[in-house]
């Protein structure tokens, strides 16, 4: 079924028009031969679609190209090829036989590493395809990773943490915040979401969770700052209410929103699509209202 603006199709938060969309068909039809990398950086170009950083949202673009070409939109577009497994990492030491436990004091300081080069990007991925219940899948948008670690030589990750660009609509933020629509879609890139987060099954340190939010939310802000030039304000999260009862989100003062409609983070209005899941955010600063909802008088 063809896609109109009518079906409320829109990239990032921006509805494209009449017009986008007929630059995008020409663009993708005539450059064909290109890879679908390519193009979507050539359709960001064109159409100014950035980062606050200038960086063009290429990826996003991609995923925004294959859905049209799903949708029957862009039919002479190539089928997406299917991925070269590389080579794995080396692994770093394996965890040990025994569980790692005992308080938190004997694993202090813990460490926030953020990771950037290549090789800790597949081992990260690696980890998280094998450990965590929801496994990897490429982040949408802007992202930060970041492995924990303590200070003790000789030892494994203790958890690692993956976030990335908030999600577009989430009704208990969004009443909780209580902006409208159009302070939403200028707003949102300040908000950011803890998508992955993850305690190794070889880890039983009590504590270890709610102290580890508590140090990243005072990492945060900085690091996202120096990646992408955008000040952020708030971090949310998804709990899967069937798996979790989000206590290491209390327990570090998180604020409790309420559960999802079971959307998605780009599915479709009315339409149960994932499970329920608990919404909990957290602040990064105290007058965050002031920069997500401000009172936007309109110049005369």
């Known amino acids: 079924m063809p896609i109109t603006i009518g079906d409320g ?24 031969n290109l890879a679908l990398t390519e193009l979507a950086a050539t ?13 063009l949202k290429g990826r996003e673009c ?8 799903r949708r029957g939109w862009l039919p002479w577009l190539p089928a997406p090829q299917p991925r070269h497994h590389r080579a794995k990492v080396a ?17 202090q300081p813990i460490q926030l590493l953020l990771i950037e080069d290549a090789d800790n990007r597949r081992l990260f991925r690696e980890y998280l395809a094998r450990y965590h219940y929801l496994g990897y ?7 930060l990773r970041y492995w924990v670690r303590s200070a003790r030589p000789g030892l494994p990750p203790l958890a690692a943490l993956l976030f990335t660009s908030a999600a577009w609509r989430m009704a208990p933020r969004d009443r909780w915040i209580g902006w409208s629509v159009p302070q939403r879609a200028r707003h949102l890139a300040g908000i950011v979401n803890n998508t992955r987060f993850i305690i ?12 580890i939010l508590s140090q990243v939310s005072r990492r945060l802000r900085q690091d996202w700052q120096a990646k992408y030039r955008q000040p952020l304000w708030l971090v949310e999260t998804f709990v899967d209410r069937q798996r979790f ?13 309420g559960p999802t409609r079971g959307r998605g983070r780009q599915g479709p209005a009315g339409r149960l699509s994932t499970p329920l899941k608990d919404v909990y955010v ?7 209202r002031r920069y997500l909802n401000p009172l936007e008088i309109p110049i005369p």
């Open 91 to 107: 692994a770093e030491p394996a965890p040990a036989p025994d569980l790692l436990t005992g308080p938190l004091d004997e694993y």
């Open 282 to 288: 957290w602040p990064l600063q105290r007058d965050f």
């Open 245 to 257: 009862a989000g206590t290491c989100y209390r327990a570090a003062n998180w604020i409790g929103l």
């Open 137 to 143: 899948r490429a982040p949408y948008g802007a992202q």
């Open 43 to 55: 359709v960001c170009e064109l159409l100014e679609w950035r980062r606050p950083n200038g960086g």
């Open 200 to 211: 190794f099954p070889w880890v039983r340190v009590p504590r270890l969770a709610s102290h």
């Open 62 to 69: 991609y995923l925004f190209l294959r859905e049209l070409h």
């Open 9 to 32: 199709l829109s990239f990032c938060g921006h509805a494209v028009t009449d017009a986008e969309l007929g630059l995008i068909r020409r663009i993708t039809r005539e450059f064909a």
